[in-house]
């Protein structure tokens, strides 16, 4: 049971903080796309709409992990983990523009 309930406080911290970081990332995309702008190059605009909107029901998540003795548990990790693959994976193309810039600005 010990495991459990440090599992489910892992979720509930990894899941804040990727909502946190995800935030923060975009505030300084956003800034770069407008200095590299200035500099006359050109980096793609970072999606908004890639930023995850709420948490999830930690109540929820807990009491069906109860109810089903664990199993859904699975679930959830599985869900924590393409979450921040999906980060990853979305953040990419802005990435690759990012690097092409800094090439182009280097070789100017």
């Keep these: ?27 300084v995309e956003a800034e770069l796309v407008a ?9 793609v605009a970072p999606d908004p709409n890639r930023l995850k909107q709420a948490p999830h029901n930690y109540v929820a998540r807990v009491l069906v992990s109860i109810l089903t003795c664990g199993i859904y548990t699975f679930w959830w990790e599985y869900d924590v983990m393409t979450e921040g693959n999906r980060h990853f994976v979305a953040n990419w193309e802005w990435e690759d523009s990012l690097a092409t810039a800094v090439q182009q600005l280097a070789a100017a």
Excluded at 2 to 25: C, K, N, P, S, W
């Design 35 to 43: 200095i590299y702008g200035r500099l006359g190059t050109q980096v």
């Design 1 to 27: 049971m010990d495991r459990g309930i440090v599992e489910y406080i892992a979720f509930i911290l990894i899941d804040g903080d990727l909502m946190t970081h995800d935030r923060a990332e975009g505030a």
